[in-house]
């Protein structure tokens, strides 16, 4: 018995093969949209492992709060963390430019999984089986919208990048 399995015209994959300019726009965007993401998780574990080292933050007095900012803005961890996360935020928005906000956002979520991997393994986090159904269940999420078209709002004349 033969199936024959006709192409779904919303599957990124297959409307890439008619427009050879959406294959590499999809590839650039996965490829900007993956670096984002591990650049995001590195972050947030540097700014983690710097503030641990600071300790817990339990006041408000003034003074107090000054010497702790101190502390936070002399941590080398601190700074490579938001230098990490500075290089997130431009892939991210260069990813904006060309993708939709409703396929950027759910893609980047994967960092939430991978925030998790990474606290369990590099800071000894305890991430209980609850957090990680969790982090399956937005695992799924980002399958379902990675197979979705990435830009569904037709450009304005001329601001086709590429």
């Not at 006709?6 to 650039?28: C, D, F, G, V, Y």
């Amino acid at each position: 018995m033969k199936v024959l399995v006709t192409p779904s015209p919303l599957h990124p994959l297959t409307s890439s093969l008619r427009n050879p300019q959406s294959a590499i726009r999809n590839m650039k965007t996965i490829l900007v949209l993956f670096i984002a993401i591990c650049a995001q998780t590195l972050g947030d574990v540097c700014l983690t492992k710097g503030m641990k080292s600071i300790g817990e933050v339990d006041t408000l007095n003034p003074v107090e709060l000054f010497n702790i900012g101190l502390q936070v803005f002399t941590n080398p961890l601190v700074w490579l963390g938001i230098l990490i996360l500075g290089v997130f935020f431009g892939l991210y928005l260069a990813a904006l430019s060309w993708a939709d906000l409703s396929f950027v956002v759910p893609i980047t979520a994967f960092g939430y999984t991978l925030n998790a991997f990474m606290s369990w393994r590099l800071l000894g986090e305890n991430v209980s089986t609850a957090r990680w159904i969790g982090t399956m269940i937005i695992c799924v999420g980002v399958a379902v919208v990675s197979r979705t078209e990435q830009r569904t709002a037709k450009p304005a004349p001329g601001d086709e990048a590429a």
